[in-house]
């Protein structure tokens, strides 16, 4: 099994009684670093003359890690465990988001003007003019964030349900970096046909849709045929959500080992969605030197049964990813881990730029090649350069809502891009910082200055 660092994900409180003595704390910490476990807050609960209760948060970095702690612990004479607690499932109990009234209603007046019958002269104003939905309802600011559970983050199909507690976090990212009002809707059919038509039936709530976790090709499908039968933005982040993070962090990576985009041999690992998306969004910025690799190596015009997106990416000569990576100069993963090898990427030109995103494990722990590749970045907050999707769609949808726009262009994902690389500026650019931090508070308003303004320039934006 891989050694990951551990994280948050997996987070431990642990409840536990000790003698009150000198050194009997400083036993359990040894034990935990001795498993390698990261002790975080320690709080005291109880304390007499014989014992002291505390409270010990310790990340993990999986479940057989965390197995792994409380058995150190255990095997401490005089140490009691009272409690052990998940603290991300704590978190999720109940579920992470509800809704709350924007007005307060505390008398009869409030509530004739919010509900009947004072309501009924917004429901006629919009009924004879239907745009005014957009000024008199929730529609201006609220998101559809679509699923069928078909691709949950990477663990696979995991149906409606399951994928609900993703559409939640979406939720909340939506509202705390951009102020937008999403809702999950988790859809309980993975029929194309199906998913089309209810999403056009709900449209009269949203302002747009954000669709996520949807399985290719199928996915490519649900995105076209309803960014022609809608007239609100249609995002599916998979796709362009990476594409964008992706092409902001390789514009500030090229820049610093001081390469051309035009100039530079590509090879994304993962044809999904998010790999073809890529692949779009860097040929739209004159990188057209790219090959496009899935399971089964390069994929070349030679291949039997390719879908319609690979064909149109497919290459002449086929071979492994290994051939591939030979005199590239940049490799960008979204597939598996560990595919990837520091002899692979000895193989790979000068100033080699890596970006392996699968998650939890990168296609290669960024610690091999920390002297050979100039740029290395993930999709994991515990290292450097985490190329994150929230540096995206939460200004992406901030920006079209404002400017109503009817949909959305590759030239505003481009100028994303730009408007999430210009953050960080020369003096910050570094091996270790090419993308700036999902909490830095300027992201979302810059993405959405810069939407807004290629929304007006393409001619999609109504105010």
Same mark, same amino acid.
């Given at each position: 099994?891989?050694?990951?660092?551990?994280?948050?994900?997996?987070?431990?409180?642990?409840?536990?009684?000790?003698?009150?003595?000198?050194? *009997?704390?400083?036993?359990?910490?040894?034990?935990? *670093?001795?498993?390698?476990?990261?002790?975080?807050?320690?709080?005291?609960?109880?304390?007499?003359?014989?014992?002291?209760?505390?409270?010990?948060?310790?990340?993990?970095?999986?479940?057989?890690?965390?197995?792994?702690?409380?058995? +150190?612990?255990?095997?401490?004479?005089?140490?009691?465990? &009272?409690?052990?607690?998940?603290?991300?499932?704590? &978190?999720?109990?109940?579920?992470?988001?509800?809704? @709350?009234?924007?007005?307060?209603?505390?008398?009869?007046?409030?509530?004739?003007?919010?509900?009947?019958?004072?309501?009924?002269?917004?429901?006629? +104003?919009?009924?004879?003019?239907?745009?005014?939905?957009?000024?008199?309802?929730?529609?201006?600011?609220?998101?559809?964030?679509?699923?069928?559970?078909?691709?949950?983050?990477?663990?696979?199909?995991?149906?409606?349900?399951?994928?609900?507690?993703?559409?939640?976090?979406?939720?909340?990212?939506?509202?705390?970096?951009?102020?937008?009002?999403?809702?999950?809707?988790?859809? +309980?059919?993975?029929?194309? @046909?199906?998913?089309?038509?209810?999403?056009?039936?709900?449209? $009269?709530?949203?302002?747009?849709?954000?669709?996520?976790?949807? *399985?290719?090709?199928?996915?490519?499908?649900?995105?076209?045929?309803?960014?022609?039968?809608?007239?609100?933005?249609?995002?599916?982040?998979?796709?362009?959500?990476? %594409?964008?993070?992706?092409?902001?962090?390789?514009?500030?990576?090229?820049?610093?080992?001081?390469?051309?985009?035009?100039?530079?041999?590509?090879?994304?690992?993962?044809?999904?969605?998010?790999?073809?998306?890529?692949?779009?969004?860097?040929?739209?910025?004159?990188?057209?030197?790219?090959?496009?690799?899935?399971?089964?190596?390069?994929?070349?015009?030679?291949?039997?049964?390719?879908?319609?997106?690979?064909?149109?990416?497919?290459?002449?000569?086929?071979?492994? &990813?290994?051939?591939?990576?030979?005199?590239?100069?940049?490799?960008?993963?979204?597939? %598996?881990?560990?595919?990837?090898?520091?002899?692979?990427?000895?193989?790979?030109?000068?100033?080699?730029?890596?970006?392996?995103?699968?998650? $939890?494990?990168?296609?290669?722990?960024?610690?091999?090649?920390?002297?050979?590749?100039?740029?290395?970045?993930?999709?994991?907050?515990?290292?450097?350069?985490?190329?994150?999707?929230? &540096?995206?769609?939460?200004?992406?949808?901030?920006?079209?809502?404002?400017?109503?726009?009817?949909?959305?262009?590759?030239?505003?994902?481009?100028?994303?891009?730009?408007?999430?690389?210009?953050?960080?500026?020369?003096?910050?650019?570094?091996?270790?910082?090419?993308?700036?931090?999902?909490?830095?508070?300027?992201?979302?308003?810059?993405?959405?200055?810069?939407?807004?303004?290629?929304?007006?320039?393409?001619?999609?934006?109504?105010?």
């Amino acid at each position: 099994m891989t050694d990951l660092t551990p994280s948050s994900s997996f987070s431990l409180a642990v409840h536990l009684e000790l003698l009150n003595r000198a050194g *009997a704390l400083a036993k359990v910490t040894n034990a935990i *670093a001795s498993v390698g476990g990261s002790l975080g807050n320690i709080t005291l609960i109880e304390r007499n003359l014989q014992t002291v209760k505390r409270e010990l948060q310790i990340d993990a970095s999986s479940s057989d890690h965390a197995d792994k702690i409380l058995d +150190a612990i255990k095997s401490l004479e005089d140490v009691k465990i &009272l409690q052990v607690s998940d603290r991300t499932f704590e &978190l999720h109990k109940g579920g992470k988001i509800r809704i @709350e009234n924007r007005i307060e209603i505390k008398n009869s007046s409030d509530l004739a003007m919010a509900y009947t019958p004072g309501v009924g002269r917004i429901c006629k +104003a919009i009924a004879e003019k239907p745009e005014e939905v957009f000024s008199l309802t929730i529609k201006s600011n609220s998101i559809a964030i679509v699923t069928d559970g078909s691709a949950v983050l990477g663990l696979g199909n995991l149906g409606a349900e399951a994928a609900l507690p993703v559409m939640e976090g979406k939720a909340m990212l939506f509202k705390g970096f951009a102020d937008i009002d999403a809702f999950p809707i988790c859809l +309980a059919t993975q029929d194309v @046909e199906e998913i089309i038509s209810i999403v056009k039936n709900i449209i $009269p709530v949203f302002g747009g849709v954000n669709l996520e976790d949807i *399985a290719a090709p199928r996915c490519f499908e649900i995105e076209k045929r309803l960014q022609e039968e809608l007239d609100v933005p249609i995002f599916h982040d998979d796709q362009h959500g990476t %594409a964008i993070v992706t092409m902001a962090a390789l514009i500030n990576a090229l820049k610093l080992v001081g390469k051309e985009i035009d100039k530079i041999r590509v090879v994304i690992n993962g044809a999904g969605a998010a790999g073809v998306a890529i692949a779009r969004l860097l040929n739209q910025a004159q990188c057209y030197n790219i090959t496009l690799c899935d399971s089964k190596g390069i994929i070349s015009k030679d291949r039997e049964n390719l879908n319609a997106e690979k064909q149109l990416l497919a290459v002449e000569k086929g071979g492994t &990813l290994a051939d591939a990576l030979v005199d590239a100069d940049v490799f960008i993963g979204v597939s %598996a881990p560990n595919i990837l090898t520091p002899d692979m990427v000895k193989t790979m030109a000068k100033d080699t730029i890596i970006f392996a995103m699968a998650n $939890p494990i990168p296609e290669i722990q960024p610690e091999l090649i920390k002297d050979i590749a100039a740029v290395v970045a993930t999709g994991r907050s515990d290292y450097p350069n985490q190329i994150n999707n929230v &540096l995206a769609f939460p200004g992406i949808f901030r920006g079209a809502l404002d400017c109503r726009a009817k949909g959305l262009t590759t030239e505003m994902y481009l100028q994303a891009a730009g408007a999430i690389a210009s953050l960080v500026s020369t003096e910050e650019l570094n091996k270790e910082h090419i993308v700036p931090s999902v909490f830095d508070p300027r992201v979302a308003t810059v993405v959405a200055e810069a939407v807004k303004k290629a929304a007006r320039e393409a001619g999609v934006a109504r105010n």
